[in-house]
């Protein structure tokens, strides 16, 4: 009897285990699946992006300005390609 309650927990902890490793994994992957997204939509736009950066005084005033032409696009995918288009394109 001992032995069956000592693996029902030991099999117990495994799926734990499991289940929290598949939780984060999901996150992870879920993460970077949103930053793909804004990537897409960027090179989509890139002219309209190229010239919002080139124009802005700073890459504060750039990420702005690129965040407010998304949002009002009605798109949501992080703030990826803000801040790579603003630091890297700018300068």
């Known amino acids: ?12 902890h495994r799926f734990e285990t499991i289940r929290r490793r598949s939780k984060y994994q999901l996150q ?39 965040m407010a032409l998304r949002s009002s696009n009605g798109t949501n995918e992080g703030t990826a390609v803000g801040v790579f288009s603003a630091e890297q394109v700018r300068y």
């Open 28 to 66: 992870r992957l879920q993460t970077r699946d949103h930053i793909v997204l804004g990537l897409i939509e960027a090179l989509r736009r890139i002219d309209e992006i190229i010239a919002i950066t080139k124009t802005s005084n700073n890459s504060n005033e750039a990420l702005q300005r690129i």
């Open 1 to 12: 009897m001992k032995g069956c309650l000592k693996i029902f927990y030991l099999l117990e």
